[in-house]
C-alpha cells in the first residue's frame, strides 16, 4: 500500500512575530520543516507534499525537488489547506497529514504511526494529561469508540472534563480523507478544520481508531520563541545522550548543541561551548575545543580543534587547528597539518606536514607538502572582479609578511623573503626577494620628533 504525506506549511505563525514563515525558524540550526522532511523521507514515504502560503519562496528554495508542492493562497484552515493537494485525490493508499512544525516528532514515531494505521480508514494520535488545558479533546461515546475531536474553545463544560488530547496528527485512508473533505463547514472561527472529519467518517460508520502515546512532549506544537527555545532544548538533550551513550564524551552538555545529522566516533571530546551542526563527521581520537563551530565539514582521526570556526571543509588525520581559526568554502586540509591562531583559509588545499601557525590568509590557494607559511603571509586572490589561484609547491618557505599576488606559482623548494610582494612566478629552487632597499636618514628621526613636539 502506498504511504502519503501532507506537510501544513502555509500559516505565518504571527506568535513567532517575524516576517518569516514559522517552519523556517531552526531548532538546531536546522529549519523545523526540514527535520520533517528528512524524517518522512527516512521511512520511505513514496510522496511528500509540503502545503505552502505565507513565505512559500523561502520553503520552496529551501527544500527544492525533495518534495512536492501545493499552494493555500488564502488561510482558511486546515482542511482547506488538505484540499490544496488535488494530486492525491482518488489515489488509494494511507496519507499521514502532519504540520510542519512538527519537528520532534522522531522518524520510529512516524513509522510507527503509519504501522498501526494499517487498514483503518482514520488513526488519530492522542495522550492523556492530567492538565490538558489549551489542546483540542477526544470524545467518546459510552462504549469508548471516538465520537468527535472538540476544539477546547468550543467544548462544552462536560467535554472540557476529558484528559485524552488530540495531538493534531493524523492518518488516514487517503480515498476518503479527499471524498469527505466536501462536507466539511466553517467553524466559528471562519476556518475549516480537519477534526470536523472525525465527525464526518463516524456518521457514515468507518473505523476509527485513536494510537495513545505515553510521551507526548515529541508531538508538542512550536508556536513561539519560548516554545523554540524548549524544542531546542529537548533536542539537544536527546541528541547528546545518544551520542555519550556510543563513546562520545560531552564534557558540559547543557553547553553542546549537536545537530541531528552528525556523525560522531566514539572516543572524541566535545568541549562546552560548541556547536556542530549540517552533515559533519568525525573521526575517533579527535577533541573538539571550547567554543568551536563545525558545520557541514569532516573532520579526520585524532585532530584537535581549538576554538575555531570551520564550515564546508574537511581536515585529516593528525592535524591541528586553531585557536581563532577559519577554514570555509571547500577547504581541505590533509594529514599532520598545522592550522594555527588567526588563520583564515578558503577555497584551499593544504597537504601533509604544513605549517601555518598564525595571523595568514590563504583563499583560493593550492599548498603543497612540508610548506612553511610565516606569519602575516596572504594570498592576494581578487582583484575587484575576479579572484585567482596561488599555487604553492613542495618544501618551499614563505617569509612572513609576505603578499603573493595571484595569479602566480611558488616553484618546490623554494623561498620567499619575509616582506616580499610576489607578482611573478618563482621557479624550483629559486630564493624571491620584492621589497624596495632600506635606506637610512642621518640624525632625521629626532629631528621630525622635535618637529612634532614629541620630544
Same mark, same amino acid.
Given at each position: 500500500?502506498?504511504?502519503?504525506?501532507?506537510?501544513?506549511?502555509?500559516?505565518?505563525?504571527?506568535?513567532?512575530?517575524?516576517?518569516?514563515?514559522?517552519?523556517?525558524?531552526?531548532?538546531?540550526?536546522?529549519?523545523?520543516?526540514?527535520?520533517?522532511?528528512?524524517?518522512?523521507?527516512?521511512?520511505?514515504?513514496?510522496?511528500?507534499?509540503?502545503?505552502?502560503?505565507?513565505?512559500?519562496?523561502?520553503?520552496?528554495?529551501?527544500?527544492?525537488?525533495?518534495?512536492?508542492?501545493?499552494?493555500?493562497?488564502?488561510?482558511?484552515?486546515?482542511?482547506?489547506?488538505?484540499?490544496?493537494?488535488?494530486?492525491?485525490?482518488?489515489?488509494?493508499?494511507?496519507?499521514?497529514?502532519?504540520?510542519?512544525?512538527?519537528?520532534?516528532?522522531?522518524?520510529?514515531?512516524?513509522?510507527?504511526?503509519?504501522?498501526?494505521?494499517?487498514?483503518?480508514?482514520?488513526?488519530?494520535?492522542?495522550?492523556?494529561?492530567?492538565?490538558?488545558?489549551?489542546?483540542?479533546?477526544?470524545?467518546?461515546?459510552?462504549?469508548?469508540?471516538?465520537?468527535?475531536?472538540?476544539?477546547?474553545?468550543?467544548?462544552?463544560?462536560?467535554?472540557?472534563?476529558?484528559?485524552?488530547?488530540?495531538?493534531?496528527?493524523?492518518?488516514?485512508?487517503?480515498?476518503?480523507?479527499?471524498?469527505?473533505?466536501?462536507?466539511?463547514?466553517?467553524?466559528?472561527?471562519?476556518?475549516?478544520?480537519?477534526?470536523?472529519?472525525?465527525?464526518?467518517?463516524?456518521?457514515?460508520?468507518?473505523?476509527?481508531?485513536?494510537?495513545?502515546?505515553?510521551?507526548?512532549?515529541?508531538?508538542?506544537?512550536?508556536?513561539?520563541?519560548?516554545?523554540?527555545?524548549?524544542?531546542?532544548?529537548?533536542?539537544?538533550?536527546?541528541?547528546?545522550?545518544?551520542?555519550?551513550?556510543?563513546?562520545?564524551?560531552?564534557?558540559?552538555?547543557?553547553?553542546?548543541?549537536?545537530?541531528?545529522?552528525?556523525?560522531?566516533?566514539?572516543? @572524541?571530546?566535545?568541549?562546552?561551548?560548541?556547536?556542530?551542526?549540517? =552533515? #559533519?563527521? /568525525? !573521526?575517533?581520537? $579527535?577533541? &573538539? +575545543?571550547?567554543?568551536?563551530?563545525?558545520?557541514?565539514?569532516?573532520?579526520?582521526?585524532?585532530?584537535?580543534?581549538?576554538?575555531?570556526?570551520?564550515?564546508?571543509?574537511?581536515?585529516g588525520n593528525h592535524?591541528?587547528?586553531?585557536?581563532?581559526?577559519?577554514?570555509?568554502?571547500?577547504?581541505?586540509?590533509?594529514?599532520?597539518?598545522?592550522?594555527?591562531?588567526?588563520?583564515?583559509?578558503?577555497?584551499?588545499?593544504?597537504?601533509?606536514?604544513?605549517?601555518?601557525?598564525?595571523?595568514?590568509?590563504?583563499?583560493?590557494?593550492?599548498?603543497?607538502k612540508y610548506v612553511?607559511?610565516?606569519?602575516?603571509? @596572504?594570498t592576494i586572490n581578487?582583484?575587484?572582479?575576479?579572484?585567482? =589561484? #596561488?599555487? /604553492? !609547491?613542495?618544501? $618551499?618557505? &614563505? +617569509?612572513?609578511?609576505?603578499?603573493?599576488?595571484?595569479?602566480?606559482?611558488?616553484?618546490?623548494?623554494?623561498?620567499?623573503?619575509?616582506?616580499?610582494?610576489?607578482?611573478?612566478?618563482?621557479?624550483?629552487?629559486?630564493?624571491?626577494?620584492?621589497?624596495?632597499?632600506?635606506?637610512?636618514?642621518?640624525?632625521?628621526?629626532?629631528?621630525?620628533?622635535?618637529?612634532?613636539?614629541?620630544?
Open positions: 500500500m502506498n504511504r502519503y504525506a501532507i506537510i501544513l506549511a502555509a500559516g505565518e505563525g504571527t506568535r513567532m512575530r517575524s516576517k518569516k514563515n514559522k517552519v523556517m525558524h531552526t531548532i538546531l540550526n536546522k529549519p523545523m520543516i526540514g527535520h520533517v522532511v528528512k524524517n518522512l523521507e527516512e521511512i520511505n514515504v513514496d510522496q511528500i507534499f509540503v502545503v505552502t502560503g505565507y513565505e512559500k519562496e523561502s520553503i520552496e528554495s529551501y527544500l527544492g525537488d525533495r518534495v512536492l508542492y501545493a499552494t493555500q493562497d488564502e488561510q482558511n484552515g486546515t482542511a482547506h489547506a488538505v484540499s490544496k493537494v488535488a494530486q492525491l485525490e482518488g489515489k488509494k493508499g494511507s496519507t499521514l497529514l502532519v504540520y510542519g512544525d512538527s519537528a520532534l516528532i522522531q522518524k520510529e514515531t512516524l513509522q510507527a504511526i503509519f504501522d498501526a494505521h494499517g487498514d483503518h480508514d482514520l488513526t488519530i494520535v492522542s495522550a492523556t494529561l492530567k492538565d490538558p488545558g489549551r489542546y483540542s479533546r477526544v470524545i467518546r461515546d459510552n462504549q469508548g469508540k471516538v465520537k468527535r475531536v472538540v476544539e477546547a474553545r468550543n467544548a462544552t463544560e462536560l467535554e472540557a472534563t476529558s484528559n485524552e488530547i488530540n495531538l493534531g496528527i493524523y492518518c488516514f485512508n487517503n480515498e476518503l480523507l479527499f471524498k469527505y473533505l466536501k462536507e466539511i463547514h466553517e467553524d466559528t472561527q471562519d476556518e475549516i478544520n480537519i477534526i470536523e472529519l472525525v465527525s464526518v467518517l463516524r456518521e457514515n460508520d468507518h473505523d476509527i481508531q485513536t494510537l495513545k502515546v505515553d510521551n507526548s512532549r515529541q508531538f508538542m506544537g512550536i508556536n513561539d520563541r519560548l516554545e523554540l527555545a524548549d524544542a531546542n532544548l529537548w533536542m539537544r538533550d536527546k541528541i547528546n545522550r545518544e551520542h555519550m551513550a556510543n563513546g562520545v564524551s560531552i564534557l558540559d552538555p547543557m553547553n553542546t548543541f549537536i545537530g541531528p545529522d552528525v556523525k560522531i566516533e566514539a572516543d @572524541v571530546i566535545i568541549e562546552p561551548g560548541t556547536h556542530i551542526y549540517g =552533515k #559533519t563527521e /568525525i !573521526k575517533s581520537g $579527535t577533541t &573538539i +575545543g571550547a567554543n568551536s563551530w563545525v558545520d557541514d565539514s569532516k573532520i579526520g582521526e585524532n585532530v584537535t580543534i581549538l576554538s575555531s570556526r570551520i564550515t564546508d571543509s574537511s581536515i592535524s591541528t587547528v586553531g585557536p581563532y581559526a577559519h577554514l570555509r568554502m571547500h577547504t581541505e586540509i590533509k594529514n599532520h597539518v598545522r592550522v594555527g591562531n588567526f588563520v583564515e583559509m578558503k577555497h584551499t588545499i593544504v597537504d601533509d606536514h604544513t605549517n601555518s601557525a598564525h595571523l595568514t590568509y590563504l583563499g583560493d590557494t593550492e599548498v603543497g612553511n607559511i610565516g606569519c602575516g603571509v @596572504v581578487y582583484d575587484g572582479k575576479n579572484k585567482s =589561484k #596561488t599555487i /604553492i !609547491k613542495d618544501h $618551499t618557505f &614563505i +617569509g612572513s609578511q609576505s603578499g603573493l599576488i595571484a595569479p602566480v606559482v611558488v616553484g618546490e623548494n623554494a623561498v620567499v623573503a619575509a616582506g616580499s610582494i610576489i607578482t611573478d612566478d618563482v621557479d624550483d629552487g629559486d630564493f624571491a626577494i620584492a621589497r624596495a632597499r632600506q635606506s637610512a636618514k642621518k640624525g632625521y628621526g629626532k629631528e621630525y620628533l622635535k618637529k612634532k613636539g614629541k620630544i
